[in-house]
């Protein structure tokens, strides 16, 4: 894989757009640990602060223009945490840009669309269901859209948006802000690309005391609902997301 060419096109990303961003989750283990890509992965994971978020459009046109599919917010009227770019090119990793906001003295990431705790799983449901009334893909979903307005499909979201956000909780992503407000470059497949400053500190806060030690089993037997870095929290302790106009982004979804 030519990883030093998608470092380059995060690297002009930053300049273009003035968009700080920074090694996240594995990517960030992998590199300060192992200093390479963990071999099972296909992507990698990068930080960066929604403020800087200005130009969504112009965004997702470069990366597109650079070889990706680019999928905002899985789908989802609102901008609220992630932007997943997927390779139409072989030489090229997948990137997640994780999205963070500031709030007190910590930055955090909502999963709006992982809800925990009592009716999870059908607040889940109702919550894609409506999505997919939002931007049908199925052809029965798509010959009913054609009846209602878009701007009215959206606001029916936006009425249960509104509830799912007042009494749901999630697994946030939620770092003191020393951790992304302070950084240092290393190199990484030939190229120079920011992490947190205090490196083994955020991992530890990441992954545990024993992120040192590689295991695979981490995700799978959740050890990371332990860890201080994913607390559950409602979901309100953010403003809402931003709404978006996921229209504009159709052609840039489908690309192949």
Not at 180 to 204: K, M
Request: aromatic share 16%; hydrophobic share 45%; with cysteine.
């Amino acid at each position: 894989m030519g990883h030093p060419g998608t470092f380059y096109i995060l690297s002009e990303f930053s300049r273009v757009f003035h968009c700080q961003y920074w090694l996240e989750a594995g990517t960030a283990l992998a590199a300060h640990r192992d200093g390479k890509i963990f071999d099972w992965e296909h992507d990698i994971d990068i930080g960066v602060w929604f403020e800087e978020i200005k130009d969504i459009e112009g965004i997702a046109q470069y990366f597109a223009a650079a070889g990706y599919v680019v999928e905002i917010q899985k789908g989802f009227p609102y901008l609220d945490n992630i932007i997943q770019l997927r390779s139409r090119k072989p030489e090229l990793l997948d990137i997640d840009i994780y999205l963070y906001k500031k709030c007190g003295e910590y930055a955090y990431m909502r999963w709006i669309q992982k809800p925990e705790g009592l009716f999870a799983n059908a607040k889940k449901r109702l919550l894609f269901g409506l999505r997919s009334f939002v931007n049908p893909t199925a052809f029965r979903s798509r010959l009913l859209a054609q009846w209602i307005p878009f701007r009215l499909r959206v606001a029916v979201f936006n009425v249960y948006l509104k509830l799912h956000l007042a009494t749901s909780s999630c697994r946030f992503h939620r770092f003191p802000l020393r951790f992304f407000s302070n950084l240092r470059t290393i190199e990484f497949y030939g190229a120079e690309v920011p992490i947190a400053a205090d490196t083994d500190a955020f991992l530890e806060y990441r992954y545990g005391a024993d992120w040192r030690v590689p295991n695979d089993t981490f995700n799978q037997r959740g050890l990371w609902k332990s860890v201080p870095a994913r607390p559950l929290l409602p979901m309100s302790v953010l403003a809402p997301p931003v709404p978006l106009d996921t229209r504009k982004f159709r052609g840039l979804e489908k690309q192949a």
